[in-house]
């Protein structure tokens, strides 16, 4: 048996970004940066700094190239080849984070990951979500590895733009959601269970604090409710996929979400934000009642999340395209995760639910 559970070492406190040095020291003297253009420029100066002082010099700083693709995985691998570094540093998003994640597995170097926004669980996982140069989902791959170190700045997380933040609910409400049912297919272990314990415990600490760390967000307030969303969003969200594996780490929301990013009106909702209305699909797809998929909603309308396909940019779909959104869907591996076979029509019909479900309460409040 192999686990990976998550990052060898994971630190969050509040300018943190000043003593980074003192943590990346270990890894060794000369360290490339590969980063979004907003990040690098958020992060650069007062990292190079930091590094300075600890006698880290900074030899290189690269733009990741806007997706994780295999384009832009296997462009950075040759440009860093015969770059003589010791260690990898990561600032910004998931994407971001895919991405080095792949050129740290393929180069065999350390990886220190120091996420910017706290949208998803990528720094805390060993795999690596892949997409076309144009953004369209392609495949999980397993030529990734977790970072040794993660370092969050609860500063840079307080002063990224909140609807990152809500991004990162959605995608982590999906952990109780997705493992819940994929677990049906698995035989229990002593570690699967524990991953479904902490992502039961998870969704209750989202409904709790979840209205409190957006509003601290907002205000560009840190609080403790914003700070314990955030190391539940970054870390403990990705313990769920490190202990439970493939016996429960995502079903029909997350695959709901890549089928949806074929249709180019809905690349500028975010992630979790797509993820959030899949788990309002897989409900349906799952037979819940009505009843339950509205008290969900109603929590969405608390925090910000999209809960029908025009929130999230897609005014209307033609016969065609819902029927490639359905062929396409199931052909996506976090399916195969559902307890029972799904068919086209029955995301067709799930998503039309819940967008009919998202509807009737967007008009309620309104």
């Known amino acids: 048996m192999k686990v990976t559970v998550g990052p060898a070492q994971y630190v969050r406190n509040a300018g943190l970004l000043s003593n980074a040095g003192l943590y990346i020291n ?109 953004g369209e989902f392609l495949e999980i791959s397993r030529k990734s590895k977790a970072p040794e170190l993660v370092l969050v700045d609860s500063h840079i997380i307080l002063n990224a733009p909140f609807r990152y933040l809500i991004a990162g609910i959605g995608d982590t409400l999906a952990k109780w959601f997705e493992t819940k049912c994929s677990i049906k297919k698995a035989v229990p272990t002593a570690i699967n269970q524990t991953a479904i314990a902490i992502a039961g ?71 979790g934000e797509i993820v959030a209305f899949g788990i309002l699909a897989q409900l349906c797809m799952e037979g819940v009642g009505e009843e339950e998929v509205k008290t969900l909603i109603s929590y969405y309308q608390e925090v910000g999340l999209p809960f029908t396909l025009k929130q999230m940019g897609i005014s209307s779909l033609t016969d065609d395209q819902w029927k490639e959104l359905g062929e396409i869907t199931v052909t996506i591996e976090d399916m195969a995760n559902m307890p029972f076979e799904v068919t086209p029509e029955m995301v067709i019909t799930s998503v039309r639910r819940a967008d009919e479900i998202g509807n009737e309460m967007f008009v309620v409040s309104n």
């Open 26 to 134: 270990k890894f060794g003297k000369r360290a490339v940066l590969i980063g979004g253009n907003i990040s690098r420029e958020i992060v650069e100066g007062p990292l190079r700094k930091s590094l300075s002082e600890q006698g880290i010099s900074l030899k290189q700083s690269l733009w990741y190239g806007g997706e994780s693709s295999e384009t832009n995985i296997d462009r950075l691998v040759e440009q860093l080849s015969s770059e003589n570094f010791d260690v990898l540093i990561a600032v910004g998003g998931g994407k971001v984070m895919d991405t080095v994640k792949a050129v740290a597995y393929q180069l065999d170097k350390p990886l220190v990951a120091m996420p910017t926004i706290a949208a998803t669980c990528a720094v805390a996982t060993p795999i690596a979500i892949l997409y076309s140069d144009e």
């Open 201 to 271: 415990q998870l969704y209750h600490t989202l409904l709790q604090i979840g209205q409190e760390a957006v509003t601290s967000n907002q205000t560009k307030t840190l609080t403790k409710e914003l700070e314990d969303l955030i190391d539940a969003v970054i870390l403990v969200s990705g313990s769920v996929s490190g202990y439970g594996g493939d016996d429960c780490r995502t079903a029909a929301a997350h695959a709901i979400y890549s089928g949806l990013t074929i249709f180019p009106d809905i690349h500028q909702t975010y992630h």
